[in-house]
C-alpha cells in the first residue's frame, strides 16, 4: 500500500473515553454532505457536538480531527456485541460521500492502508471493523449500498460472510443469528434485516431470504 500523510484539523468536539476503555472497534461512516470542507466544518463545530477521529475525502486525503487516544462523537445510540457506549470503543472513520455513489479507488485505497495501521495499533480484530448501520439497525444507514465490503473482507479488513440457513426460516431464527454475529436484536425486525442486507446484499429485496443468514463473522 502507498505512505498514507496525514493532516490534522483539530475538533474541540471530544473528550477522554469512559471507563478506562481503549478502542476495540473501528466504526465507519459517510460524511452524507455535499463537500468534504462542510464536512470538516461541522465535525468541528462545537454547536453541532458531532465528530470523527479520521476524515477521508475523494482523492484519498486523510484529515484527523481527534486523536486516537481520546473518544470522539460519531457513533451515538447503539450496541455491537451486546456493548454499548461504542464511541468509547471505538474509533470513527468518515468518508466523503453522500450514499448515493460508490466510493472511489483513492478513497478506498487510503481507508485501506488508514484501517491496517489502526487495526496494529490497537490490536482490532477484522470483525471489529463495522458501519455504522451495523450497530445502530433503523437508525443510521452508512456507510450505505455502495460501500465495497468485500473488498476489505478479501484484504483482511473486515469479517467475510459465513453461514448457512436453517431447515426453515424464521423472523426468530434469524434475530438469533444476528446476535450471534454482534447486531443489536432488540429493534424492529424489517429494521434489522434491512441494516444487515446494507452490509451482505443491498441489491436484495423483499421477505426474510435463506441467504440472509450468511453474516459476517469472526
Not at 25 to 40: C, D, G, K, P, R
Not at 92 to 119: I, K, S, Y
Request: proline share 11%; aromatic share 6%; hydrophobic share 35%.
Amino acid at each position: 500500500m502507498p505512505p498514507l500523510r496525514i493532516y490534522d484539523h483539530p475538533s474541540p468536539n471530544c473528550g477522554p473515553r469512559r471507563g478506562g476503555l481503549t478502542p476495540t472497534l473501528i466504526v465507519l461512516h459517510y460524511t452524507a454532505m455535499h463537500s468534504v470542507e462542510a464536512a470538516i466544518e461541522r465535525l468541528c463545530d462545537p454547536e453541532a457536538e458531532v465528530s470523527a477521529h479520521y476524515v477521508i475525502c475523494r482523492s484519498g486525503k486523510v484529515t484527523r480531527l481527534v486523536p486516537e487516544a481520546d473518544r470522539a462523537w460519531h457513533a451515538g445510540q447503539g450496541t455491537w456485541a451486546g456493548q454499548d457506549d461504542i464511541n468509547s470503543r471505538s474509533l470513527g472513520v468518515e468518508l466523503d460521500n453522500t450514499g448515493t455513489h460508490p466510493f472511489p479507488h483513492p478513497q478506498m485505497q487510503a481507508l485501506e492502508t488508514l484501517l491496517e495501521q489502526l487495526m496494529k495499533r490497537w490490536d482490532i480484530a477484522p470483525a471489529g471493523v463495522i458501519g455504522h448501520s451495523d450497530m445502530a439497525p433503523g437508525r443510521k444507514t452508512d456507510p450505505g449500498p455502495h460501500f465495497d465490503w468485500a473488498r476489505l473482507a478479501s484484504k483482511g479488513l473486515a469479517a467475510p460472510l459465513s453461514g448457512s440457513p436453517p431447515h426453515q426460516t424464521s423472523c426468530d431464527s434469524f434475530r438469533t443469528v444476528a446476535q450471534q454475529a454482534g447486531y443489536p436484536a432488540d429493534v424492529p425486525f424489517d429494521s434489522l434485516l434491512h441494516s444487515t442486507r446494507l452490509r451482505t446484499a443491498p441489491w436484495r429485496r423483499g421477505p426474510l431470504h435463506p441467504d440472509d443468514y450468511t453474516l459476517p463473522r469472526p
